[in-house]
């Protein structure tokens, strides 16, 4: 027997399954893309918010007299006791701690490094004293001199720092008394914190990404097995009308296309049934007239047989058949003596119609009754 082959189920659900996951995957590395962005997005507006606000928070007269210290490399302890210092940085310490920025500051070009550091908002062993120097990447060097000179805020890319590590910086003009860009007020977040927010956006895609697939997945099995178990009975029905089950297909629920699929085979296999049935009284027709030709000619010939005698006609339908009987046996019995014999001792045995008379006519000339009506 030969084998169905694979189920219509299993077809769609090796189609179906495949597109499911890719789209999944999609949505999950969709979502981590746009969470990644708007990750990015946020750090840029915090730092630049940072920055900018610094800039305009720090009393211009107090930070030009601390330039003036930090260009005369002072003693760190006590310049940063001074109430100029500590006025200017104390909001800076609670900006840094409310936006959650690893590093806020105020520097100028300048000194034996890049840049010098005037305020800094940062307490521990990361905090750089009024006056200490640094050197930048190129590009924010780059970014701090457009500041000054064209004003507009910096915002650069993840850069690596020798002394800092991996920052993303922001720098806003911040004026002098008489309103020249002098300095920039600094904002920079470590890349620590980039990753533990892009971390969480990747947690947070690959969960997406599963109940994604998940509920793809149910819906997928719902749409196939709608599918599928119809498609399935479909087939079942036209295999067996195709086996010669010619019975009616009765209705099953089904999507509309699949109904419509279902009533045309319905309406084929009911006009393949009339197209046999027609066939097949065809047939009869042909047997019976076939059968109805070999009769006339057997009557015709027993009409010429030269041994029958018959003699009288009850004229019904059945006296042809009843000839052509009596011309067989008398033919039979003309050939052979012993069945003449044992006619002519015991009787004849055809039964006629009233009226009517058989005999056969042996060689020898003698006539034998073979058949007389009641």
Known sequence: ?????????????????????????????????????????????????????????????????????????????????????????????????????????????????????????????????????????????????????????????IEFQQQWGLLKTAAAPLRDAEGRIVATAGADVNVSLIRTATQNALFASVVIGMVSLLACTLATLLIVRRIAQPLDRLRREALRIAGGDHRPIEPFPAPRDIAALQRTLAEGSAALTGQLAEARAAARAGAAAAGMAAVDAELARSAATPQLLFEGDAGDADAPLRRAAAARLAARAAADPALAARIERDGPPLRLAAGERASAVLDDGRHILIGTGA
């Open 1 to 157: 027997m030969r084998p169905e082959g694979v189920p219509i189920q299993a077809l769609l659900l090796r189609v179906f399954l495949p597109a499911v996951a890719l789209v999944a995957i999609g949505l999950g590395v969709l979502t981590y893309s746009r969470l990644y962005d708007a990750i990015l997005d946020g750090f840029n507006r915090k730092l630049i918010a940072a920055s900018a606000l610094t800039g305009a928070l720090i009393d211009a007269r107090d930070h030009d007299r601390l330039i003036a210290i930090a260009r005369t490399e002072p003693k760190g302890d006590e310049a940063e006791r001074s109430p100029e210092y500590l006025r200017a940085v104390l909001p800076m310490r609670r900006i840094r701690e409310k936006l959650d920025i690893t590093y806020l500051y105020t520097q100028v070009l300048g000194g034996s490094q890049d840049i010098i550091y005037v305020l800094d908002a940062t307490t521990g062993e990361d905090h750089s004293q009024i006056g200490s120097e640094d050197d930048l990447p190129p590009e924010t060097l780059a970014g701090i001199r457009r500041v000054q000179a064209m004003d507009g805020i910096h915002l650069s890319p």
